[in-house]
């Protein structure tokens, strides 16, 4: 087979060969090659010493964090390219990391400490696809085979468990038989992982396009990470629960929120906390979470409020289609969305007022009236804007300062007789 290789990744191996050494693609960018999708980066393998890599790249920028490993980072034609010696691996105590490196001069060796067929390929400009344990012939019948004994690659590390599943989610590959046996023997030890690492591999595994199968086929094995998910499968209706999960998009927000939702609100946040995402991508989960029949109103002002929960109109699109295929099975229920969708352009349209941003005034509008500083300005502003979403209040500068201030008054001389009590503005007003 031919490779049309990046210009950059063929002047890297060329400028290592010059120096005397081998070097080969290697990994998931080969897979990638053979899988005819484009390859997210590029790894090669060479017979070059960790320091003899340092001293052929001495004039790119490098980075040697992964040294110990045989692994140089190298800053190549503008592009990151990673360069890992041969080398072969001593035991695994702590099943994830080996506790010795040894560097070799076979890439066969090499290439046989890697966790599955089809990452255990290498690929040279002039000798073609190196394949010594029919990866290649994996991929093509779509199968995940570990490279040698399943048993030692996930007793060596058992995040290659996850990375087992992952696959074949992503990729729509069953699991051998042998690499499936040696999953259950072993899924135990995925207690010595982080729950960082773990995490990683579970969203990829739940954007995945046979996700549901995945989860489904394993569910026993991913109650130990995920202890929360016993509740999902425990009750009756969660098969209609994969069916919603499988027709959301490949977005971990909607993927993760459809997984949560039949859960309690504790092991909710149980499980989102172990989820690895980041503050945005949570803050909408739980959007989507709460329950959302409350959320599905006609009544303009209450879907205003509902509105300006949202950071974005995009997040609130989202949360609509979402819901939209939560009712997949609910005919009712998405027709009531549809009316709310309709009512929201509305909104959106005449840009009406939804958000404190959307107010004509801001803090320091009301600092420059002489209200003070403190937690009663947000206060006072959040009183302002359900005023006005409820239509008791126009959105105008004018309004607004004038109302800011009866209600900063009312506050300060609260549960007194305030009736007749002259705003600063008024009294300069008649003035």
Request: with cysteine; net charge negative; hydrophobic share 40%.
């Amino acid at each position: 087979m031919k490779i049309i290789l990046p210009q950059r990744v063929k002047d890297a191996i060329a400028l290592i060969e010059e120096r005397g050494h081998q070097a080969y693609l290697v990994g998931g960018s080969v897979r990638d090659y053979l899988l005819e999708k484009e390859p997210k980066d590029y790894d090669l393998a060479s017979s070059a010493l960790p320091e003899e890599l340092s001293e052929i790249f001495a004039d790119y920028q490098s980075y040697s964090f992964g040294l110990k490993h045989g692994t140089l980072l190298v800053i190549f034609q503008g592009e990151p390219l990673e360069i890992t010696t041969f080398r072969v691996e001593g035991e695994y105590s702590d099943h994830r990391r080996p506790d010795e490196v040894s560097f070799t001069d076979s890439l066969i060796d090499d290439l046989a400490r890697r966790d599955f067929t089809f990452n255990a390929l290498a690929y040279h400009p002039c000798e073609g696809l190196i394949d010594p344990f029919g990866g290649a012939e994996d991929l093509r019948k779509g199968i995940i085979r570990c490279v040698g004994r399943a048993e030692e690659r996930f007793a060596e590390d058992a995040l290659r468990i996850m990375r087992a599943l992952r696959f074949a989610s992503e990729l729509d590959f069953s699991i051998e038989e042998e690499t499936r046996s040696a999953i259950y023997q072993n899924y135990c030890w995925l207690k010595y992982i982080s729950r960082e690492r773990i995490a990683a591999e579970f969203n990829r595994l739940l954007c995945g396009q046979d996700a549901t199968r995945v989860i489904a086929e394993f569910r026993e094995l991913l109650n130990l990470p995920y202890p929360e998910l016993e509740s999902f499968f425990g009750q009756l209706k969660w098969p209609r629960e994969l069916e919603i999960l499988r027709r959301m998009p490949n977005n971990i927000c909607f993927r993760m929120a459809s997984l949560l939702y039949s859960l309690s609100a504790e092991e909710r946040e149980t499980l989102l906390g172990r989820s690895g995402l980041d503050k945005k991508q949570k803050k909408l989960i739980r959007v989507f979470l709460n329950p959302a029949e409350q959320k599905l109103s006609l009544s303009r002002a209450e879907l205003k409020k509902f509105m300006g929960s949202f950071e974005s109109r995009e997040d609130f699109e989202l949360f609509c289609d979402f819901m939209d295929r939560r009712f997949v099975f609910e005919e009712e229920k998405r027709v009531l969305l549809e009316k709310m969708r309709s009512i929201a352009a509305e909104i959106f349209a005449n840009e009406e007022c939804c958000r404190l941003e959307d107010l004509a005034i801001k803090g320091d509008d009301l600092l420059r009236e002489g209200i003070p500083a403190g937690r009663n300005l947000g206060k006072l502003l959040r009183k302002l804007l359900a005023e006005v979403i409820e239509s008791r209040l126009p959105n105008s500068r004018y309004e607004l300062l004038r109302r800011a201030e009866i209600l900063a008054l009312q506050e300060k001389f609260e549960g007194q007789e305030i009736l007749g009590v002259e705003t600063a503005k008024e009294g300069r007003e008649k003035k």
